[in-house]
T-cell receptor, first 116, second 114 residues
Framework: AQKVTQAQTEISVVEKEDVTLDCVYETRDTTYYLFWYKQPPSGELVFLIRRNSFDEQNEISGRYSWNFQKSTSSFNFTITASQVVDSAVYFCALSVRGGGANNLFFGTGTRLTVIP | NAGVTQTPKFRILKIGQSMTLQCTQDMNHNYMYWYRQDPGMGLKLIYYSVGAGITDKGEVPNGYNVSRSTTEDFPLRLELAAPSQTSVYFC?????????????FGSGTQLSVL
């Protein structure tokens, strides 16, 4: 069975601070895909990144970076120099090979509040 | 670009009433999905469709029905609404590439059953 755990329910940081959102996943499949989605106050979920289980390279996109470590089954998300516009709920999700997007398991989300 | 459009944005139902949540996408995506999001929880899949005329159950299908007569539209029907169906409903779509593809979400429908 697949499971995604986001232990941090809510995080508050002051603007310009760095913040890391944790994601731990469970699966017995050797081929799987990990996602991060952002849900701003407007409500619509927005795709941020997809990584497959064969690619453990960290990725950086502007102020965002992702650390994928198979040894600890983690796919953590770091925002550098946070801004008020980063305030949102962030979801980590897992999909296994053959499951397609109809087999996407979401974590419970982490609400990030960036205080000006 | 419109993307995925859901209507209505808010709705209050009385127990036992029925309603249809509308979803349409203009990206010619084959795959479409309905999720519900309960407070403090992740999204759970209700139903999905891999193309016109083809639908299948997700994790939490009880109390809902769907149809897919066109590529663009994927309505979700609630029959005999119950308080347990109070939730935020999201429609999403994706283009199948053989691997799990990113989903494009609508802005959601907040439904209260009282």
């Amino acid at each position: 069975a697949q499971k995604v755990t986001q232990a941090q329910t809510e995080i508050s940081v002051v603007e310009k601070e760095d913040v890391t959102l944790d994601c731990v996943y469970e699966t017995r499949d050797t081929t799987y895909y990990l996602f991060w989605y952002k849900q701003p106050p407007s409500g619509e979920l927005v795709f941020l990144i997809r990584r497959n289980s064969f690619d453990e390279q960290n990725e950086i996109s502007g102020r965002y970076s992702w650390n994928f470590q198979k040894s600890t089954s983690s796919f953590n998300f770091t925002i550098t120099a946070s801004q008020v516009v980063d305030s949102a709920v962030y979801f980590c999700a897992l999909s296994v090979r053959g499951g397609g997007a109809n087999n996407l398991f979401f974590g419970t989300g982490t609400r990030l509040t960036v205080i000006p | 670009n419109a993307g995925v459009t859901q209507t209505p944005k808010f709705r209050i139902l009385k127990i036992g009433q029925s309603m249809t949540l509308q979803c349409t996408q203009d990206m010619n995506h084959n795959y479409m999905y309905w999720y519900r999001q309960d407070p403090g929880m992740g999204l759970k899949l209700i139903y999905y469709s891999v193309g016109a005329g083809i639908t299948d159950k997700g994790e939490v299908p009880n109390g809902y029905n769907v149809s897919r007569s066109t590529t663009e539209d994927f309505p979700l029907r609630l029959e005999l609404a119950a308080p347990s169906q109070t939730s935020v409903y999201f429609c999403a779509s994706s283009y199948p590439l053989g691997i799990p593809e990113k989903l494009f979400f609508g802005s959601g429908t907040q439904l209260s059953v009282l």
